[in-house]
């Protein structure tokens, strides 16, 4: 009997890679409602518009993510609905990164269709998976860090994306529909949270968020 009670959103730029993906699900979960998404808005469209979600598998690299900083918002944001990064990238430091922004797992793309299943599988139960044969111990020296960035609100969160894409405060007010004043009070809650002191070390600090590079990218003033 088919099993329509969940829900899953693939979110991935490559339609064949998306293709794949919606195969094994589909086979795993028969019956399941799958959508698929290419890029970070529509991601977080479908999320505001189909309610519960069960996971979201996403691509670190589409548009709209800048890197690491999409996982973060969408951890912020959405709390309850597990993300495991499906990617072509895998180095251990970005499968650390990605447990440590709160991914509940991930899985390099090279990894074969059952591995991918047995994942998710895993996930689905609660658990989180990484490749066996990688070590993403988290290193003593990232954890401040990640404590920082964990005190940003969604909408925080949302303001250091724009400002790393080189946006005014004008324009993230715009952006945003809110007023320059609350754009400029989000971005001293940033500064204070990130322990930075201005907005260039800010969009630096963001810059190396997204490359998921930990030495000094927060309180550099060099």
């Given at each position: 009997?088919?099993?329509?009670?969940?829900?899953?959103?693939?979110?991935?730029?490559?339609?064949?890679?998306?293709?794949?993906?919606?195969?094994t699900l589909?086979?795993?979960?028969?019956?399941?409602?799958?959508?698929?998404?290419?890029?970070?808005?529509?991601?977080?469209?479908?999320?505001?518009?189909?309610?519960?979600?069960?996971?979201?598998?996403?691509?670190?690299?589409?548009?709209?993510?800048?890197?690491?900083?999409?996982?973060?918002?969408?951890?912020?944001?959405?709390?309850?609905?597990?993300?495991?990064?499906?990617?072509?990238?895998?180095?251990?430091?970005?499968?650390?990164?990605?447990?440590?922004?709160?991914?509940?797992?991930?899985?390099?793309?090279?990894?074969?269709?059952?591995?991918?299943?047995?994942?998710?599988?895993?996930?689905?139960?609660?658990?989180?998976?990484?490749?066996?044969?990688?070590?993403?111990?988290?290193?003593?020296?990232?954890?401040?860090?990640?404590?920082?960035?964990?005190?940003?609100?969604?909408?925080?969160?949302?303001?250091?994306?724009?400002?790393?894409?080189?946006?005014?405060?004008?324009?993230?007010?715009?952006?945003?529909?809110?007023?320059?004043?609350?754009?400029?009070?989000?971005?001293?809650?940033?500064?204070?949270?990130?322990?930075?002191?201005?907005?260039?070390?800010a969009v630096?600090?963001?810059?190396?968020?997204?490359?998921?590079?930990?030495?000094?990218a927060v309180?550099?003033?060099?």
């Amino acid at each position: 009997m088919a099993d329509t009670s969940y829900q899953f959103i693939i979110a991935d730029d490559h339609p064949l890679f998306r293709g794949a993906l919606r195969q094994t699900l589909e086979m795993q979960y028969p019956g399941a409602e799958i959508i698929e998404a290419g890029a970070l808005e529509d991601v977080t469209g479908r999320l505001e518009s189909v309610g519960d979600v069960d996971l979201v598998l996403l691509d670190l690299t589409m548009p709209g993510m800048r890197g690491f900083s999409g996982l973060m918002y969408l951890r912020a944001q959405y709390p309850a609905v597990p993300v495991v990064i499906v990617s072509a990238n895998e180095e251990a430091g970005a499968i650390r990164r990605s447990i440590e922004f709160g991914a509940s797992g991930f899985i390099p793309k090279s990894r074969g269709i059952d591995v991918i299943r047995d994942a998710i599988g895993i996930v689905m139960d609660g658990g989180v998976w990484t490749p066996p044969d990688v070590d993403v111990a988290t290193p003593d020296e990232s954890a401040d860090v990640v404590r920082r960035l964990a005190t940003l609100t969604p909408q925080q969160v949302r303001v250091l994306m724009m400002l790393s894409e080189g946006l005014l405060n004008k324009q993230i007010a715009y952006e945003l529909s809110v007023s320059e004043a609350t754009v400029k009070a989000h971005v001293s809650a940033i500064l204070q949270k990130l322990g930075v002191e201005s907005r260039t070390q800010a969009v630096i600090a963001a810059s190396r968020i997204e490359a998921g590079q930990w030495q000094m990218a927060v309180g550099d003033t060099n």
